[in-house]
């Protein structure tokens, strides 16, 4: 295959919790779906670059199957050597176009398409919705994220800007050198009214930051287009495929109350809650038209779920969740369930677990439902496996240690990168199963390495780093 821009420049994969089989069951559980068991499914990822998405999930779910195919050539070899390497016979990645995805390549329960819907011509993103159709398993869950408006108008106008700026660029190099150039004037120019120059400088700082890669891919490559909620809904509506919801659960709520009495179906909700919010990014779940959803969802739905959430105590006595989102000291309760989840998170915790904190099950289904509503928690259906306390000879993931020497993030059990240090990167590799403490500090040639070992190592294990 000829190859492409992003052979030239690359764009890396990264493991994604909003795309992994966990979420997307339980999305599809609260709305009365039947998904495939998270341990045994099939997953296809179109536009999956190096598999930095699925060889993780590979490695946790080996009697799952998952198929990655990408036009890029150069990150589909590479992403094939880590896959060897770590003897992962349950992943396939290809090098080749979405259009010629066939009745051969057989059904998949959940369909991955991340960063593809805008950045690609009409006809490929009408193929991409066709083979969502035509793969999807009964109760499959299709992922698709794509640019939304209204808030997608300022990036839309700063990418406009940097494209004709950079219009007679010689290559890839110089047009992003001549975009940051640009990026960077306009923060100093202050010609704005001062509402308007903070909303801009602030877009133009998340351009800014970026790495080169999705600056050029995200913003100034040929293709890269917006949508009204409604829009995409009606091309899927086209193909067959309903609406399910957000991999974001709490998106798809109105905890206060700005829609109350809302007339209209669930497509005008939605676009009713973008106009309300801005929104700029979404992350959709598709299913098959024919599918029997359960709108309506409850309190008393929390208790066929697993949570997890950070339940960070802050200065200010609040306790902090997921995405930022706190929680007051006025229900000592929810303090106690909260508290709970930060002890073991990123693990999830089971509701029958939870029960004693809340005082009873009656009481903690209304807690977990505001909690999730409003983005403080997440929902799984997937205990996820690892080895929560340290062994006498602790053994690190084997995928965190074929990354510890490469990188400096490993992804966990649960999907989530953590940024070691060069001290915890060394830890990792010599975490093969077959060392004692005492050996482990002796090889880990740092200071105070006994003092400093057993900490390290309960951080390790409370973060799903470790594996029995």
């Known amino acids: 295959m000829a190859p492409t821009e992003y052979d030239l420049i690359a764009y890396p994969a990264m493991p994604r919790q909003q795309t992994h089989p966990?979420?997307?069951?339980?999305?599809?559980?609260?709305?009365?779906?039947?998904?495939?068991?998270?341990?045994?499914?099939?997953?296809?990822?179109?536009?999956?670059?190096?598999?930095?998405?699925?060889?993780?999930?590979?490695?946790?779910?080996?009697?799952?199957?998952?198929?990655?195919?990408?036009?890029?050539?150069g990150p589909i070899a590479a992403g094939k050597r880590a896959a060897c390497d770590l003897g992962l016979e349950n992943l396939t990645l290809r090098a080749c176009d979405l259009?010629?995805?066939?009745?051969?390549?057989?059904?998949?329960?959940?369909?991955?398409?991340?960063?593809?819907?805008?950045?690609?011509?009409?006809?490929?993103?009408?193929?991409?919705?066709?083979?969502?159709?035509?793969?999807?398993a009964n109760e499959g869950i299709a992922f698709v994220s794509y640019n939304a408006y209204p808030g997608g108008h300022m990036r839309q106008m700063l990418r406009e800007m940097m494209l004709h700026r950079t219009r007679?660029?010689?290559n890839i190099g110089e047009k992003i050198r001549q975009a940051r150039e640009f990026l960077e004037s306009l923060q100093r120019a202050r010609l704005l009214s001062p509402a308007w120059q903070e909303v801009r400088d602030q877009e133009a700082k998340l351009l800014l930051d970026r790495d080169d890669g999705g600056l050029y891919h995200d913003e100034l490559a040929e293709w890269n287009q917006r949508f009204y909620f409604h829009e995409f809904?009606?091309?899927?509506?086209?193909?067959?495929?309903?609406?399910?919801?957000?991999?974001?659960?709490?998106?798809?709520?109105?905890?206060?109350?700005?829609?109350?009495?809302?007339?209209?179906?669930?497509?005008?909700?939605?676009?009713?809650?973008?106009?309300?919010?801005?929104?700029?990014?979404?992350?959709?779940?598709?299913?098959?038209?024919?599918?029997?959803?359960?709108?309506?969802?409850?309190?008393?739905q929390m208790a066929d779920f697993m949570f997890s959430a950070p339940g960070r105590q802050l200065e200010n006595g609040q306790i902090e969740g997921a995405r930022g989102v706190c929680i007051g000291t006025s229900n000592e309760a929810a303090i106690a369930v909260a508290r709970a989840l930060g002890e073991v998170y990123p693990l999830p915790v089971g509701f029958e677990e939870l029960v004693p904190y809340a005082g009873s099950a009656g009481a903690l289904g209304p807690m977990l439902y505001e909690m999730m509503t409003v983005g403080f928690v997440d929902l799984h259906v997937f205990d996820f496996p690892c080895q929560d306390s340290v062994t006498e000879r602790p053994r690190a993931t084997r995928l965190a240690r074929y990354q510890a020497p490469r990188a400096d993030e490993v992804t966990s059990v649960c999907h989530i990168n953590m940024k070691l240090d060069e001290m915890g990167r060394r830890l990792v590799g010599l975490l093969n199963g077959h060392r004692t403490h005492r050996e482990i500090a002796a090889a880990w040639k740092v200071d105070r390495a006994r003092e400093m070992l057993g900490p390290y190592l309960e951080w390790l294990a409370t973060r799903g780093l470790l594996e029995g």
């Open 22 to 73: 966990d979420r997307l069951a339980a999305v599809g559980k609260l709305f009365g779906m039947a998904p495939a068991p998270v341990e045994r499914c099939r997953v296809l990822e179109i536009g999956c670059s190096d598999g930095g998405n699925l060889i993780p999930m590979a490695c946790v779910l080996p009697e799952s199957r998952f198929l990655g195919l990408d036009l890029a050539a």
């Open 99 to 136: 259009r010629e995805i066939d009745g051969s390549w057989g059904e998949f329960d959940y369909i991955l398409a991340h960063g593809l819907y805008s950045w690609v011509p009409d006809e490929v993103r009408e193929r991409l919705l066709a083979v969502c159709r035509e793969r999807l």
């Open 168 to 170: 007679q660029a010689a």
């Open 233 to 300: 809904a009606a091309a899927a509506h086209r193909h067959g495929l309903a609406y399910l919801g957000e991999a974001e659960p709490h998106e798809m709520f109105d905890p206060q109350g700005a829609l109350a009495g809302f007339q209209g179906d669930v497509i005008e909700f939605e676009q009713s809650l973008d106009f309300l919010k801005s929104r700029r990014f979404r992350q959709t779940l598709l299913c098959r038209e024919e599918t029997q959803l359960r709108r309506q969802t409850a309190p008393e």
